[in-house]
């Protein structure tokens, strides 16, 4: 139930410290609804573009591979309702053999074929990258600290996800930069979060 309460807890912790970018330079007309559907194109588009907006559309956070490659095209033909909008993006998605899962109807996570089945119980360590600054689990730590903390605060066979709201288009931001070199070695997913709430 690890999964459950800390997933929910990245959420809270880093949504109500950090403003999430949003993507509506690619996604049209996601923000105005009427009736509560709408419409939306991805052309070429950045993987981290679309996963930006499914967070912002499900209002769970998304796990992702650091750095994905894939490129999304997506134009809805007419208004969708948010779930008739996620099928189609997990379609698009599974052109690039990346499949979209719903984990326990908390978050969602894009994996690869041969991961799909090993979702529910994996271990994980959260980390929100500030300016000054990480939280791990919530914990805040300078980035002086950050050696020391990772070997107390991180079990060695845990995956990492990291939200950075400094990244742009799946382009790794500077204070990312610095973290990554502390986590060599580590499996290391990125963590795309609902707009919080106003």
């Known amino acids: 139930m690890r999964t459950v309460r800390s997933t929910i807890a990245l959420s809270v912790v880093v949504a109500s410290v950090i403003t999430l970018p949003l993507c509506s330079s ?8 009427a009736n509560g559907t709408l419409s939306m194109i991805l052309s070429n588009a950045p993987a981290s573009a679309a996963l930006n907006w499914l967070a912002r559309v499900t209002g769970k ?7 994905l490659t894939a490129q999304i095209t997506f134009k809805t033909e007419r208004r969708l309702t948010p779930v008739e909008a996620v099928h189609g993006l997990t379609a698009a998605f599974a052109s690039n ?19 799909t089945n090993k979702l529910a119980d994996i271990p994980h360590t ?5 300016e000054d600054r990480v939280l791990i689990e919530g914990r805040s730590v300078r980035w002086e600290d950050l050696p020391k ?15 950075d709201p400094y990244a742009r288009d799946g382009l790794v931001s500077h204070p990312l930069t ?12 990125q963590a795309y979060l ?3 709430h106003k």
């Open 26 to 33: 690619l996604a049209a007309d996601t923000n105005s609804s």
């Open 97 to 115: 053999k990346l499949y979209l899962v719903n984990v326990g109807d908390l978050y969602y996570r894009l994996a690869t074929t041969t991961q």
């Open 61 to 67: 956070p998304v796990i992702a591979p650091l750095n």
């Open 149 to 163: 903390a990772i070997g107390v605060l991180v079990m060695p066979d845990a995956e990492i996800w990291v939200y």
């Open 194 to 196: 609902p707009a919080p």
């Open 178 to 189: 610095k973290l990554l070199q502390v986590l060599q070695g580590r499996k290391i997913y």
């Open 126 to 130: 959260e980390i929100a990258v500030q």
